[in-house]
């Protein structure tokens, strides 16, 4: 390793993780990922140039699919995209000065992964739901019918808040009911900011392995019962990404 590049850091794991002979790391071309260990704990690491600019979406799906990949198969700590040392003995000093964080990481972490609840309104479905509740807003959608924005620029302007107040409260409720419906199954959830003004649920799941399947089972049938009105997506399983922030470095 020169002065003009330094280690990726993924994640850290115990010290009995050996990554995969294919494992690609993030760069172009890819780096190859090794393990810096020092005592119990292990470093998921590769070599990147200083002056090569890291963030590019292949970068981010190269870091989520090593630690993904590793969080199926043994506890793992994501370490916040982006952070890059020096070399293996600035890895080793992070690993001996944050010991027993880390550990307490990968102890809660062991046999669980995340899984994330992603569901979208359908907008032309809730809108006619919302039109056929609310006298008012049905009232103001009428006024703006047919006429041109700029003679029912006011009433547009409106009709679009009474929306997104709608979409809001929804929301709200609907991540309740999620987590009343599949939490039992969970270790524990936190709810996601939305990613769209259309969102419906946005809530991510610390699911133990052996509940798994009963934990899938109750989100497909929680998103039946709203399919004519919400698409509904389970993502996973990935690694912890949204329970890493009490033990990472950088919250």
């Known amino acids: 390793m020169t002065q003009d590049t330094g280690l990726f850091i993924y994640g850290i794991v115990p010290s009995d993780v050996e990554p995969t002979l294919d ?15 020092h005592g119990e704990l292990a470093a998921l ?10 963030g590019r979406p292949d970068d981010l799906t190269a870091y989520e699919r090593l630690l993904d990949g590793t969080a199926a198969v043994a506890p793992v700590l994501p370490v916040r995209f982006g952070t890059v040392v020096t070399g293996e003995d600035a890895v080793a000093d992070l690993l001996d000065a944050h010991h027993d964080r880390f550990a307490a990481a990968l102890d809660e972490f062991e046999g669980r992964v995340q899984y994330t609840v992603h569901g979208r309104f359908d907008e032309q479905a809730f809108i006619g739901e919302l039109l056929a509740a609310d006298r008012n807003a049905a009232a103001l959608a009428e006024q703006v019918r047919g006429r041109p924005e700029g003679q029912s620029r006011d009433q547009r302007i409106r009709l679009g808040e009474m929306i997104s107040q709608a979409v809001e409260l929804r929301r709200e409720s609907e991540n309740r009911e999620l987590i009343d419906a599949v939490g039992g199954y969970a270790v524990t959830d936190a709810a996601r900011a939305p990613s769209h003004e259309m969102d ?16 899938v089972r109750a989100v497909e049938e929680f998103a039946e019962r709203r399919r004519e009105l919400i698409r509904m997506r ?18």
Do not use: T
């Open 23 to 37: 494992a690609e790391g993030v760069g172009s071309p890819p780096g190859e990922v090794s393990a810096v260990r």
């Open 45 to 54: 690491v590769s070599e990147v140039e200083l002056a090569e600019p890291l």
């Open 200 to 215: 419906a649920a946005h809530v991510a799941f610390l699911v133990a392995d052996e509940d798994e399947e009963e934990f």
């Open 234 to 251: 389970l993502i996973g399983p990935l690694a912890p990404y949204d329970f890493a922030g009490a033990h990472q470095l950088v919250g």
